[in-house]
Nanobody
Framework: QVHVVESGGGLVQAGGSLRLSCTAS????????MGWFRQAPGKEREFAAA????????YYADSVKGRFTISRDNGKNTVYLQMNRLKPEDTAVYYC??????????????WGQGTQVTVSS
């Protein structure tokens, strides 16, 4: 069993930055590929970013590419999402998920509870 918990959401002005954190806990024997998703009110959940087991590969949705950076610190069992140049359309609940897949695109097996990000205009 793996528990995934997100933190770091909040209210920020357009053009500002936030850094989300996601910590995995439980019985694990290796690092997992991890992904960030988001869901805005009235919209479907969408993929934002993903990172491989070692952090050597990263993937981004076109909507966030160039503004968001995903990284990880396996010593802390933590993955981060650095969010820069935020836009009002980035407002959403952000979810972190872990994957047991080896190759991208990953299938996700464990999900966090979500953290709210609100960007004001």
């Amino acid at each position: 069993q793996v528990h995934v918990v997100e933190s770091g959401g909040g209210l920020v002005q357009a053009g500002g930055s936030l850094r989300l954190s996601c910590t995995a806990s439980g019985r694990t024997y290796r690092a997992y590929a991890m992904g960030w998703f988001r869901q805005a009110p009235g919209k479907e959940r969408e993929f934002a970013a993903a990172i491989s087991w070692t952090g050597g590969r990263t993937y981004y949705a076109d909507s966030v590419k160039g503004r968001f950076t995903i990284s990880r610190d396996n010593g802390k069992n933590t993955v981060y999402l650095q969010m820069n140049r935020l836009k009002p359309e980035d407002t959403a609940v952000y979810y972190c998920a872990s994957s047991r897949s080896t190759d991208y695109p990953y299938q996700y097996h464990y999900w966090g509870q979500g953290t709210q990000v609100t960007v004001s205009s």
